[in-house]
């Protein structure tokens, strides 16, 4: 037996650890077991006996010396007991083997770690589509596969970014919330104001659910989507300050006395510094006597530098990509820049129909990812593809080429380069080019290729339509085609062939569409349709090759 150094508890000869105190037993000797402990269990003394007595016969039963109680259960999970007395004490278990269970634990979070260092966060991607045609007296608004709605006046609208609901004024200036499924517009304010944001007094912020307008009277107001209970924010306000934060809690204006943050005054005089941000967590950037700073609202300043711009931020603006003397840094939560890029990137490299939108403060405009970090985003400089990183030598340069496209998933990329077509998840370190995707069929007009990039359509220099699924050899669909577009289910291609829409699934032979009429003008592709202009009407296709026409073309 072995007995408990700490409590004396009389525990069996293969204890890992007291049952009674959960002393560790690992180290203590095995000892004879006293003649009390053949007596039954229940006529035990109350006090452990600690004399060394005589040792136990030879050929005695174990089950006849154990222990009653824990004791008892600890002894019954040794394998050599008969399948019958088994009684497994899971946390016994547990405790004897910790020490290998957190390595195995710790060896897994390294090899995930690892897999996922250069994969990056999902992107938001835009799951809704409206389309506004504009005809002769009227607009023509749809939304999706719904039915469309008719506006007789609309002078001036915009969309929110995720494609379910616009704003518009009419000719009185009156504005008007128009959402998917509503039958006609809901007003919202009269007198709006007429000029300055967008050229419109009015707009979405960038998480879709809050609106903002300025009357012509200078009164700033904020209302939920879909309301008409506009709450009004400040009074005096100049309409071409407004700037929102993405999440639509924030909003800063200017007044006669300053900048203001919903109600709160900010320590900046309008006449030296603008404003060209505000994230959702108070971070304001602002330009003051030709330098780029951030600074959290009551904190302090951090200059980001002379003649910085900010090009790209992320989804909460909590970090920003910004050049400088030809070079791009990162800033995030409002600190002091690092350099990231020895280039000056221009735009981020996304996926189709990602969330993103494009926001133009006074002289400024950059580009608000769907992404939360900047980190590991794709960026061009119009010659190369960079992976950004922490700092410049964290940064990867990818790939020098003409054009690329993200992926949905963001972990694959299509570049055209030296008119070749390629497509690599070697999207961590510097990429190899070899033959291309088209091998020895030149490429001519244009590269359609699908959304998560498993299939791809393109036209040679010959006017004759190609198509290939993954890294397959191309295969020839037909010829004479002057434009290809790839629909939003990844493997229909829409092609025009002298004027008319044909279509190809997959690959396969090129077939005219039905119920297209006149000669095509343009093939737009959206995030759940396609809308195909001709010179006598609009139409939608929702799915596969069936159109319906939507309404009768400008004369």
Same mark, same amino acid.
């Given at each position: 037996?072995?007995?408990?150094?700490?409590?004396?508890?009389?525990?069996?000869?293969?204890?890992?650890?007291?049952?009674?105190?959960?002393?560790?037993?690992?180290?203590?000797?095995?000892?004879?077991?006293?003649?009390?402990?053949?007596?039954?269990?229940? %006529?035990?003394?109350?006090?452990?006996?600690?004399?060394?007595?005589? /040792?136990?016969?030879?050929?005695?039963?174990?089950?006849?010396?154990?222990?009653?109680?824990?004791?008892?259960?600890?002894?019954?999970?040794?394998?050599?007991? /008969?399948?019958?007395?088994?009684?497994?004490?899971?946390?016994?278990?547990?405790?004897?083997?910790?020490? /290998?269970?957190?390595?195995?634990?710790?060896?897994?979070?390294?090899?995930?770690?690892?897999?996922?260092?250069?994969? /990056?966060?999902?992107?938001?991607?835009?799951?809704?589509?409206?389309? #506004?045609?504009?005809?002769?007296?009227?607009?023509?608004?749809?939304?999706?596969?719904?039915?469309?709605?008719?506006? +007789?006046?609309?002078?001036?609208?915009?969309?929110?970014?995720?494609?379910?609901?616009?704003?518009?004024?009419?000719?009185?200036?009156?504005?008007?919330?128009?959402?998917?499924?509503?039958?006609?517009? %809901? !007003?919202?304010?009269?007198?709006?104001?007429?000029?300055?944001?967008?050229?419109?007094?009015?707009?979405?912020?960038?998480?879709?659910?809050?609106?903002? *307008?300025?009357?012509?009277?200078?009164?700033?107001?904020?209302?939920?989507?879909?309301?008409?209970?506009?709450?009004?924010?400040?009074?005096?306000?100049?309409?071409?300050?407004?700037?929102?934060?993405?999440?639509?809690?924030? =909003?800063?204006?200017?007044?006669?006395?300053?900048? *203001?943050?919903?109600?709160?005054? =900010?320590?900046?005089?309008?006449? %030296?510094?603008?404003?060209?941000?505000?994230?959702?967590?108070?971070?304001?950037?602002?330009?003051?006597?030709?330098?780029?700073?951030?600074?959290?609202?009551?904190?302090?300043?951090?200059?980001?530098?002379?003649?910085?711009?900010?090009?790209?931020?992320?989804?909460?603006?909590?970090?920003?990509?910004?050049?400088?003397?030809?070079?791009?840094?990162?800033?995030?939560?409002?600190?002091?820049?690092?350099?990231? #890029?020895?280039?000056?990137?221009?735009?981020?490299?996304?996926?189709?129909?990602?969330?993103?939108?494009?926001?133009?403060?006074?002289?400024?405009? &950059?580009?608000?990812?769907?992404?939360?970090?900047? =980190?590991?985003?794709?960026?061009?400089?119009? %010659? &190369?593809?960079?992976?950004?990183?922490?700092?410049?030598?964290?940064?990867?340069?990818?790939?020098?080429?003409?054009?690329?496209?993200?992926?949905?998933?963001?972990?694959?990329?299509?570049? &055209?380069?030296?008119? !070749?077509?390629?497509?690599?998840?070697?999207?961590?370190?510097?990429?190899? #080019?070899?033959?291309?995707?088209?091998?020895?069929?030149?490429?001519?007009?244009?590269?359609?290729?699908?959304?998560?990039?498993?299939?791809?359509?393109?036209?040679?220099?010959?006017?004759?339509?190609?198509?290939?699924?993954?890294?397959?050899?191309?295969?020839?669909?037909?010829?004479? #085609?002057?434009?290809? *577009?790839?629909?939003?289910?990844?493997?229909?291609?829409?092609?025009?062939?002298?004027?008319?829409? *044909?279509?190809?699934?997959?690959?396969?032979?090129?077939?005219?569409?039905?119920?297209?009429?006149?000669?095509?003008?343009?093939?737009?592709?959206?995030?759940?349709?396609?809308?195909? +202009?001709?010179? +006598?009407?609009?139409?939608?296709?929702?799915?596969?090759?069936?159109?319906?026409?939507?309404?009768?073309?400008?004369?």
């Amino acid at each position: 037996m072995k007995v408990c150094p700490n409590c004396q508890h009389s525990n069996p000869d293969d204890s890992v650890f007291c049952p009674e105190c959960g002393t560790s037993l690992v180290n203590v000797e095995v000892t004879a077991e006293p003649a009390q402990a053949q007596q039954p269990a229940a %006529e035990q003394p109350a006090e452990p006996v600690q004399a060394v007595q005589e /040792p136990m016969p030879a050929g005695t039963e174990p089950a006849a010396v154990q222990p009653a109680g824990e004791a008892a259960a600890a002894v019954a999970a040794d394998p050599e007991q /008969p399948a019958g007395k088994k009684n497994f004490d899971l946390l016994a278990w547990i405790k004897s083997h910790l020490t /290998p269970i957190l390595l195995v634990f710790g060896v897994l979070i390294v090899i995930l770690v690892l897999t996922n260092a250069f994969k /990056p966060s999902k992107y938001t991607q835009v799951k809704n589509s409206v389309t #506004v045609l504009s005809l002769d007296e009227k607009t023509v608004v749809a939304f999706d596969n719904k039915k469309t709605v008719e506006i +007789e006046d609309m002078r001036s609208y915009v969309s929110n970014v995720q494609q379910t609901a616009l704003l518009y004024t009419d000719s009185e200036n009156s504005l008007y919330y128009l959402g998917r499924g509503d039958k006609e517009g %809901e !007003k919202i304010a009269s007198n709006v104001a007429s000029s300055g944001y967008y050229s419109n007094g009015f707009g979405f912020m960038y998480d879709g659910k809050t609106v903002w *307008y300025v009357t012509d009277e200078d009164a700033l107001y904020t209302v939920k989507a879909g309301k008409t209970n506009g709450q009004q924010i400040a009074t005096d306000v100049e309409l071409s300050s407004i700037v929102r934060s993405p999440n639509g809690k924030y =909003i800063a204006y200017v007044k006669e006395d300053g900048y *203001y943050v919903n109600d709160e005054r =900010i320590d900046l005089d309008p006449l %030296e510094a603008t404003l060209v941000g505000l994230s959702n967590n108070r971070l304001l950037y602002y330009n003051k006597d030709g330098k780029l700073y951030v600074q959290k609202i009551g904190g302090e300043a951090i200059t980001l530098g002379e003649d910085s711009e900010i090009v790209m931020a992320s989804s909460d603006l909590s970090e920003v990509l910004y050049t400088r003397n030809e070079s791009t840094y990162w800033s995030r939560d409002g600190k002091e820049g690092v350099k990231v #890029v020895n280039k000056e990137v221009i735009s981020p490299l996304l996926p189709k129909f990602s969330a993103a939108s494009y926001e133009l403060n006074g002289t400024s405009a &950059y580009v608000i990812v769907p992404n939360k970090s900047m =980190i590991n985003q794709l960026a061009t400089d119009g %010659e &190369y593809i960079f992976r950004i990183g922490k700092n410049e030598d964290k940064t990867v340069r990818l790939v020098k080429m003409d054009s690329a496209q993200l992926a949905t998933d963001g972990n694959s990329m299509l570049f &055209y380069k030296n008119d !070749k077509i390629y497509i690599t998840k070697s999207l961590n370190k510097e990429i190899d #080019v070899d033959e291309g995707l088209n091998r020895d069929v030149e490429i001519g007009s244009s590269v359609a290729a699908a959304a998560d990039l498993s299939r791809l359509y393109f036209i040679s220099s010959e006017d004759d339509l190609y198509y290939i699924k993954g890294t397959s050899k191309p295969k020839r669909v037909t010829s004479d #085609v002057s434009a290809a *577009y790839i629909s939003f289910d990844n493997k229909t291609c829409f092609l025009i062939k002298d004027g008319e829409l *044909y279509s190809s699934s997959s690959g396969g032979k090129a077939k005219k569409v039905t119920g297209v009429n006149g000669n095509v003008q343009e093939v737009t592709v959206k995030a759940n349709c396609v809308i195909v +202009e001709t010179d +006598e009407a609009y139409y939608r296709c929702t799915g596969g090759t069936k159109f319906t026409q939507l309404a009768g073309a400008d004369e």
